[in-house]
Every structure is written in C-alpha cells, then in structure tokens.
C-alpha cells in the first residue's frame, strides 16, 4: 500500500525556520501533483503550496515569499522550507499526492498523518 510519511515538524519561536519532509512509498508508479495542506485549530484545512510533476508551483497568499516547495522524484520526495515564521503559521500539517501505483490504472488521492508545526511568539 502506498504511504506518505512526514517529518521535520516540530516548535520553533517567530521568525526561525523549519523544513517539512513527505516521502510517498510503496509500489507507485507515478506520482502527479503534490501539495501541502494545513489546518489550525478552529479553521478549515486550507491549501499551503502545490508543485506539479514538471516542478511548477503555486503558493497560498499567506504564505507566498516566506515558504518554498521543492520536490524530489528519485526519492519520492516532497519538502516544504518554511522560513520567517508567524504564530499564525501554526498548524497540523498534511502532505498530499495523486498517485498511481503498478497494479492500478486509477490515480488515487493519498493523505500523510499529519505533523505538527507551532509557532510561540
């Protein structure tokens, strides 16, 4: 079964920086768009970044000049470098993909466990 894995979560004071990492394993066999999504306490979960398979990326507003999408495709891998944090940053984080593995023909939506990011002013 296909697992999206996260790391990198963790407190930090405002204005430091955090890296998140999401490694998708299991029989894929390719893996389209992935994506950042956040929720924090009380509020709807809101989309945070997006990086396509040909590497273009889109940025939620809050974020945009402050957090970089990158993305690692011999590793499977999705990174979120989150650099002049806010207490408002402060949040569950989720990786998200569309992927496709060898014995379906069907892209599937996949949700990692989520890691926590906290933010103290």
């Known amino acids: 079964q296909v697992q999206l894995l996260e790391s990198g979560g963790g407190l930090v004071q405002a204005g430091g920086s955090l890296t998140l990492s999401c490694a998708a394993s299991?029989?894929?066999?390719?893996?389209?768009?992935m994506n950042w999504y956040r929720q924090a306490p009380g509020k709807q979960r809101e989309l945070v970044a997006t990086?396509?398979?040909?590497?273009?990326?889109n940025y939620a507003d809050s974020v945009k000049g402050r957090f970089t999408i990158s993305r690692d495709n011999a590793q499977n891998t999705v990174r979120l470098q989150m650099n002049s944090l806010k207490p408002e940053d402060t949040a569950v984080y989720y990786c998200?993909?569309?992927?496709?593995?060898?014995?379906?023909?069907?892209?599937?939506?996949?949700w990692g466990q989520g890691t926590q990011v906290t933010v103290s002013s």
């Open positions: 998200n993909a569309d992927i496709r593995t060898y014995y379906s023909g069907t892209k599937y939506n996949y």
């Open positions: 990086i396509t398979s040909s590497r273009n990326t």
């Open positions: 299991g029989r894929i066999f390719s893996i389209d768009a």
